[in-house]
């Protein structure tokens, strides 16, 4: 049963296509625009999305598609793109009768502190997020109807190995990597939620092969045992040995930022949820897959730390 990974670069396709290739599927193709090996014996196929005929030569004989396409932190970009993207893997997935696994974020979610399920309100607050609402919501039209069968499986903001990108990621790792002084965004008191990217990866291969996880929304599984970015960054200093200190950036300087540095820039729409507590839940997840392990915040940092 061939099963096709579109946007197979990043981190959460690398080891999507690593737990598809060990447990679900010998027959792997993976879609980019220069898609590289993982396995060794992956088909590769190099097709823009932005493309609806290269986009449905890509789907041409799968049955389960994931869509892990990741965008830069570029608004206008994901404006213009992200949804022609979402349009022609729709298309392409109704026409060759393939089921499609769609993997989102938390964009689209009121940026406060009231818990997030898979029932929460699309309240999104600025571009990114009305963007993010758009695609999810061309996707849960199709669901609706019942014209495709498909997924969806969300992620909050990652913490993990190798390539990850995210905020905290760079504001700790990375700066630790390269002995910069590490940096908070406007509340270190603030609980966050995480996701250790390889569990978002596993937690998607799961749901895209069982049958019964279709046609509905998944909230992907993290440690419950939440932590303010102040009691994660003194688990990092535990785990690294080491008396680690930190600067916390107020929202004044980190706007003004915005008017010297595109990123920064970039940024200020997802502000305000580092001001209050975080709270992503996957409770379905994990009454519906209690198998699943997921990866403590402590595993997650001493991986990390071996790595580095």
Request: glycine share 4%; aromatic share 10%; net charge positive.
């Amino acid at each position: 049963m061939k099963q096709t990974i579109l946007g197979s670069n990043g981190q959460i396709a690398e080891e999507l296509a690593r737990e598809l290739r060990k447990k679900y599927t010998t027959d792997l193709r993976l879609v980019s625009r220069k898609p590289k090996q993982i396995n060794g014996d992956d088909e590769l196929f190099a097709a823009n999305l932005l493309d609806a005929q290269k986009t449905s030569e890509a789907v041409a004989g799968s049955a389960i598609v994931y869509l892990t396409v990741g965008l830069p932190m570029d608004t206008a970009m994901m404006e213009e793109q992200f949804p022609v993207m979402m349009q022609h893997v729709i298309a392409a997935c109704k026409q060759h009768q393939a089921k499609l696994v769609f993997f989102d974020n938390t964009y689209m979610y009121a940026q406060n502190n009231i818990p997030q399920t898979e029932e929460s309100a699309f309240e999104p607050v600025g571009r990114k997020g009305r963007v993010r609402a758009q695609v999810a919501q061309l996707l849960l039209n199709e669901i609706n109807a019942k014209t495709l069968e498909a997924v969806i499986c969300r992620a909050p903001e990652f913490y993990g190995p190798g390539k990850t990108q995210s905020i905290t990621n760079t504001t700790i790792f990375e700066a630790l990597k390269q002995h910069k002084k590490l940096r908070v965004f406007i509340n270190d008191n603030v609980l966050r939620t995480l996701i250790w990217t390889p569990d978002a990866s596993k937690a998607t291969a799961l749901i895209g092969n069982t049958a019964s996880a279709y046609n509905q929304t998944w909230h992907l599984p993290c440690d419950d045992n939440r932590l303010t970015y102040k009691q994660f960054i003194e688990q990092v200093g535990l785990v690294y040995n080491k008396k680690i200190t930190y600067t916390v950036l107020p929202k004044w300087l980190l706007i003004l930022g915005g008017l010297f540095n595109s990123r920064a820039k970039e940024i200020q729409e997802l502000l305000p949820r580092y001001a209050t507590d975080n709270i992503f839940d996957s409770t379905k997840f994990k009454a519906n897959f209690p198998q699943f392990r997921v990866t403590t915040y402590a595993e997650g940092i001493r991986l990390i730390a071996e790595e580095n």
